[in-house]
């Protein structure tokens, strides 16, 4: 069956620092790939979507890459704020598109 | 715009008891909608999504069932709670004709199980 890592350690890093967040999948080859921000007792907000034939997708301070070849996306943020302390999920859509399963998300710490 | 509205909040119930928790979504038609559950520190487990009126797919084996009375409604339900019921749970849309498959997220409710 399908399988979404994200690292369950949380990162902790300087402000000003780039992020750099990493999903890994298994026994699957999906269409596209998206990446979302979940902050505590909220739902998770949609950030950026990926298509298998896109190599990197950018939307003000968030890059997202995507290797097909390694079964793998990175989700990077640059100069990170504190305001972008939260925990990100990566999601995949499955077959047939009615469904997404999603990893258990990476918690960013970024300190002033 | 549009909008997704849970309720309630919070809700704390004993083992045993029903559970009626309802979501609606504003502003779109023919929606797919989804419930999901979130345990504390876990991802996001799907539990039921539905098509259309009437329409209900279940992921997982449990006490639960859902409802689409209606097109922009969903109502997930429990006769009799488990301890193991606690949770984050999450109503989500998107749209029917979309590629994507973008979700939207309503803000949760928490519930607590004794």
């Known amino acids: 069956s399908q399988k979404i890592e994200q690292n369950s350690e949380a990162l902790n890093i300087q402000e000003g620092k780039t992020a750099t967040l990493t999903c890994n999948y298994t026994?699957?080859?999906?269409?596209?790939l998206q990446w979302y921000r979940q902050d505590p007792g909220r739902g998770p907000v949609f950030l950026l979507l990926?298509?298998?034939?896109?190599k990197e997708k950018r939307k003000e301070r968030l890059k997202v890459t995507f290797d097909t070849t390694l079964k793998q996306s990175l989700f990077h943020i640059t100069a990170s704020q504190p305001a972008d302390s939260a925990t990100y999920l990566c999601?995949?859509?499955?077959?047939?598109?009615?469904?997404?399963?999603f990893g258990a998300g990476t918690r960013l710490f970024v300190k002033a | 715009s549009q909008t997704i509205h849970q309720w309630p909040a919070t809700l704390v119930q004993p083992v045993g008891s029903p559970l009626s928790l309802e979501c609606t979504v504003e502003?779109?038609?023919?929606?797919?909608l989804y419930w999901y559950r979130q345990a504390a520190g876990r991802g996001l487990q799907l539990l039921f999504y539905?098509?259309?009126?009437?329409?209900i797919s279940s992921e997982v084996p449990q006490n639960l069932s859902a409802s689409r009375p209606q097109d922009r409604q969903f109502i997930l339900s429990s006769k009799k709670l488990l301890l193991s019921d606690s949770g984050f749970y999450l109503c989500?849309?998107?749209?029917?004709?979309?590629?994507?498959?973008?979700?939207?997220f309503g803000p949760g409710t928490r519930l607590t199980v004794l």
């Open positions: 989500a849309w998107s749209v029917s004709s979309g590629n994507h498959n973008e979700q939207f």
């Open positions: 026994n699957y080859s999906p269409a596209y």
């Open positions: 990926i298509r298998e034939n896109e």
């Open positions: 999601a995949l859509p499955l077959t047939g598109g009615f469904k997404t399963i």
């Open positions: 502003g779109t038609s023919n929606p797919n």
């Open positions: 539905s098509v259309g009126i009437g329409q």
